[in-house]
């Protein structure tokens, strides 16, 4: 068992209310359960509690064992100086303050309901793909909805939050933190980062310098992955071009190209390699130099994906990657990758940007863009699918995403609501905890 299955019964009150006692017997009437703080300092803060007639306001704290309190150095913290109410599965030994005073020890062990300690024990020790997939069909449609938009919430913070660290490395230059992001959607799962180190080696001012030549564009970016190749007999008079540019402009901009063990095409569709991506990359630019100035005036989703339709240039319509060549094709960049382009590198800018701004409308506009594009298609999704729980737009897709990362992969349970509601099933046959009234007034004081 766990601490956090603790935290849960506490913030909901799924545990026997009747007849509270400290563990020295004098009685306890809980008035606030306070409010789950998630950062560092005791669980709970900003409870009332009447304990043996005298009325208490501060945290609560709680481990499964009472003598936790030592082997976690709280004794030792000020910040524990203002527990009010230890709550424990078991009390091992009796706590104290800095000044010396006994902190009353609530004990759960004897009034938690047998359907909810076999209910976890289920979810914690299985091998199931996710936690909960046996009880899943259990759980009703609307509240899995009104989750995911929850977890849709939580999964655009996470990255507003990764982007505006890439802006402040930018110096708060939204282009710059663009074109870093629109590389990295570019790479993928494979080769993301490496498209990312690459757009971070190379300025954005110097790229939009030379916005007016493809070529140049092409040097630049193909000079700074390292993937040109040395000199062969016979090669194709663009690639020499290529080398003859970058090794000009990498003088002239002091520049120090990427290591080609950078890079993965082992395993790859070759629409999906690197010098493919790099390439649509450099069409981009050499169309439009300022992508999140036009993304941001965009009128709706279908202007979005026209932004970033683009065809290659003639050497890479007959080749994948330099040397060999293929049958001829536009290479034009594809609607899976636009669409990649758009969940990954345009939604979270305009979250990030309406949150920097505290202007709402940019972070609407990230959810509507997600909600209106379709669900993505992949093993995660899939395995969904196969459970019963289907994605009806990018945004699900994007929030099942996150509630198998963040959730089901850390057994976090407690803190999903499909595990609380799976966990707040009552067997037919096991008493209620509380009457109609005592259930009404503890539901007024958890929310």
């Not at 000009?248 to 999906?272: A, C, E, G, H």
Request: hydrophobic share 40%.
């Amino acid at each position: 068992m766990k601490e956090d299955f603790l935290h849960y019964l506490w913030r909901l009150a799924r545990f026997d209310l009747r007849d509270l006692r400290t563990t020295e017997g004098h009685p306890i009437t809980i008035q606030q359960f306070g409010i789950h703080n998630t950062d560092a300092g005791p669980d709970f803060d900003d409870a009332r509690i009447r304990i043996d007639g005298l009325q208490w306001a501060g945290k609560v704290e709680m481990h499964l064992r009472s003598g936790e309190w030592y082997d976690h150095g709280h004794d030792a913290d000020p910040a524990y100086d203002g527990v009010i109410l230890h709550v424990v599965m078991e009390e091992d030994r009796p706590v104290f303050r800095s000044d010396g005073s006994r902190i009353p020890c609530l004990e759960l062990r004897e009034r938690i309901p047998a359907g909810a300690r076999i209910s976890y024990r289920r979810l914690m020790h299985n091998e199931y793909w996710v936690p909960c997939q046996t009880q899943l069909p259990f759980v009703d449609r609307p509240l899995r909805s009104l989750w995911l938009q929850r977890v849709l919430a939580e999964r655009l913070t996470r990255r507003g939050e990764a982007y505006a660290a890439t802006l402040a490395g930018c110096g708060r230059d939204w282009e710059e933190a663009f074109f870093r992001s629109l590389a990295r959607a570019l790479g993928g799962k494979v080769n993301g980062q490496a498209m990312e180190t690459l757009a971070a080696s190379l300025p954005l001012r110097v790229v939009l310098r030379h916005q007016h030549s493809l070529l140049q564009l092409e040097a630049l970016l193909f000079g700074q992955s390292g993937l040109l190749p040395e000199p062969e007999p016979e090669e194709a008079s663009y690639v020499k071009q290529l080398r003859r540019e970058y090794a000009l402009l990498r003088v002239k901009y002091d520049l120090r190209p990427l290591p080609v063990t950078s890079w993965r095409f082992l395993r790859m569709r070759p629409n999906n390699f690197p010098t493919v991506r790099i390439a649509q990359l450099a069409c981009l630019y050499h169309r439009s130099g300022q992508l999140f100035g036009k993304a941001l005036a965009a009128a709706g989703t279908t202007e979005l994906r026209n932004m970033f339709s683009v065809s290659l240039s003639n050497y890479w319509r007959i080749h994948y990657r330099f040397g060999k060549t293929a049958e001829r094709s536009e290479r034009r960049l594809g609607g899976q990758a636009i669409q990649s382009i758009l969940i990954n590198a345009v939604a979270p800018a305009f979250f990030t940007y309406g949150r920097l701004r505290a202007d709402d409308r940019y972070r609407d506009r990230a959810v509507e863009l997600l909600e209106s594009l379709p669900a993505e298609k992949n093993s995660v999704i899939s395995k969904w699918r196969a459970l019963g729980w289907s994605a009806a737009s990018a945004g699900e897709s994007q929030a099942l995403l996150e509630l198998r990362d963040n959730y089901c992969n850390n057994s976090r349970c407690t803190s999903c609501a499909v595990g609380c509601r799976i966990l707040g099933r009552t067997d037919p046959g096991e008493p209620t905890l509380l009457n109609v009234h005592e259930a009404e007034r503890v539901y007024r004081l958890v929310g």
